[in-house]
């Protein structure tokens, strides 16, 4: 008799903890901010081509065009230790050898702190027979200060908003539960 009744609390006890159970559930309300700020790049990596070309059945020398280059380059008061050498090839138009049908190729990477500086480079260039100019990249240098002040930014219109919302339901924001960039 006695195995019976400790049998039956046994079997009592786990339905009396499920009872005492009560169903807990977070109320949350989920806000998403955003924020935006329009800068200006003070990195601008511009490439510049040379290429060799025929004209009047003379061809112009590769050495021609980086000399007026270089001249251009100083017009504009670009110093010449920004320059870098990014390509330098040669292009067969037909399969023999010849001089004449080798155009021979040079590419330039400058980097530019601003979108006057890119101006005066492009007005110095208009004499100087330049295969292709092409913004390549663009890029500030405080990068990553200027994206975290926008997501401190954002996080704060998360919570105007959050609080505007619960006091039009008369409750008020605690904790967050969940923040996600």
Request: aromatic share 4%.
């Amino acid at each position: 008799m006695k195995q019976h009744v400790i049998f039956l609390i046994m079997l009592a006890l786990p339905l009396a903890s499920v009872a005492q159970e009560r169903e807990h559930k977070e109320h949350f309300i989920e806000v998403t901010g955003s924020a935006q700020q329009e800068i200006e790049p003070n990195e601008i990596y511009t490439l510049i081509r040379l290429r060799e070309f025929e004209e009047n059945r003379q061809k112009t020398p590769l050495e021609q065009l980086d000399k007026n280059f270089l001249d251009a380059l100083k017009k504009a008061g670009i110093d010449r230790k920004r320059l870098e050498l990014a390509d330098v090839g040669s292009r067969l138009d037909t399969f023999r050898r010849r001089d004449r049908e080798a155009y021979r190729a040079k590419s330039y990477q400058i980097k530019l702190t601003s979108a006057e500086e890119l101006d005066k480079l492009l007005t110095a260039l208009e004499s100087v027979k330049v295969d292709i100019v092409d913004i390549t990249r663009l890029n500030h240098s405080d990068h990553e200060t200027i994206m975290l002040d926008l997501t401190l930014t954002a996080l704060s219109e998360d919570r105007r908003k959050a609080e505007t919302l619960m006091k039009s339901i008369d409750a008020e924001v605690g904790k967050p539960i969940i923040v996600r960039e």
